[in-house]
């Protein structure tokens, strides 16, 4: 399995408790070790969406890829 794929599953993992808050995630690309993301639903417009990017969505896929220096919420 490679880095993206890698970082699709861990993805698809969280997706569940961000649906469950009335939001989404979509995966956008894997570029330069940087991942971009799509925050959808309620995490958009969310004041929490950097804690929730941040401290959630990057340390979960940096613990699993640790190439990956950043994640990126593309608006």
Same mark, same amino acid.
């Given at each position: 399995m490679n880095d993206e794929e890698k970082i699709i599953e861990i993805i698809n993992k969280l997706r569940p408790y961000l649906l469950g808050d009335g939001g989404d995630i979509e995966f956008v690309k894997y570029e330069n070790n940087i991942v971009y993301?799509?925050?959808? #639903?309620?995490?958009?417009?969310?004041?929490?969406?950097?804690?929730?990017?941040?401290? #959630?969505?990057?340390?979960?896929?940096?613990?699993?890829?640790?190439?990956?220096?950043?994640?990126?919420?593309?608006?």
């Open positions: 993301i799509k925050m959808l #639903g309620a995490c958009a417009g969310c004041a929490l969406i950097d804690y929730t990017l941040k401290d #959630g969505i990057e340390t979960a896929i940096k613990e699993e890829v640790p190439d990956v220096k950043e994640v990126i919420n593309i608006a």
